[in-house]
T-cell receptor
């Protein structure tokens, strides 16, 4: 089956530091990867769409200079939370889209829990 | 109006009963529909997807789609305590040129032993 990994699974950092989260598709190539954020007791909110070799498309209200996305290859996308603050503490989840067929689904990574002190 | 709406619950059913989860969506251009299960602290896992009007069955799960009413549901037969989780309805607006999913807020299901 299609497997997506995320690293790290959890991270605790001090306010003002930057944190990088990696998302990898392990057994398929992903033309598109998505980054979601989920606050406690809320649903997943799409942050950005990442296409290999091009700039990410950010959703309204998501600061692109704060959440840097790099999709350097067909199997790796990274999200860097720059100058993190406590309000950035959340569960960050990526998903990968094989993009082969219209009916393809997305495959989710296990998520990264970020806590900013 | 939210693009994808679900009753937040909790929906409580006894073990062995049928759990019925409902979802409505606002965009008639929606083409594919997904049900995910999410346990607390975990990422969503796909249960079923449906594209055509009617029913689609997979084991104890049946997804139902009615595009005219903009309504999709998930039935869980013979509910088990392990089915207790939050169920997320998601819609894929392929017609917009995007393949991102728009999620509902989820319905929390509690199956009582």
């Amino acid at each position: 089956g299609a497997v997506v990994s995320q690293h790290p699974s959890w991270v605790i950092c001090k306010s003002g530091t930057s944190v990088k989260i990696e998302c990898r598709s392990l057994d398929f190539q992903a033309t598109t990867m998505f980054w979601y954020r989920q606050f406690p007791k809320q649903s997943l909110m799409l942050m950005a769409t990442s296409n290999e070799g091009s700039k990410a498309t950010y959703e309204q209200g998501v600061e692109k200079d704060k959440f840097l996305i790099n999709h350097a290859s067909l199997t790796l996308s990274t999200l860097t939370v720059t100058s993190a603050h406590p309000e950035d503490s959340s569960f960050y989840i990526c998903s990968a889209d094989p993009g082969r067929e219209v009916t393809d689904t997305q495959y989710f990574g296990p998520g990264t829990r970020l806590t900013v002190l | 109006q939210k693009e994808v709406e679900q009753n937040s619950g909790p929906l409580s059913v006894p073990e062995g009963a049928i759990a019925s989860l409902n979802c409505t969506y606002s965009d008639r251009g929606s083409q594919s529909f997904f049900w995910y299960r999410q346990y607390s602290g975990k990422s969503p896992e796909l249960i079923m997807f449906i594209y055509s009007n009617g029913d689609k069955e997979d084991g104890r799960f049946t997804a139902q789609l009615n595009k005219a009413s903009q309504y999709v549901s998930l039935l869980i037969r013979d509910s088990q305590p392990s089915d207790s989780a939050t169920y997320l309805c998601a819609v894929n607006l392929i017609g917009r040129g995007r393949r991102a999913l728009t999620f509902g807020s989820g319905t929390r299901l509690q199956v009582q032993p």
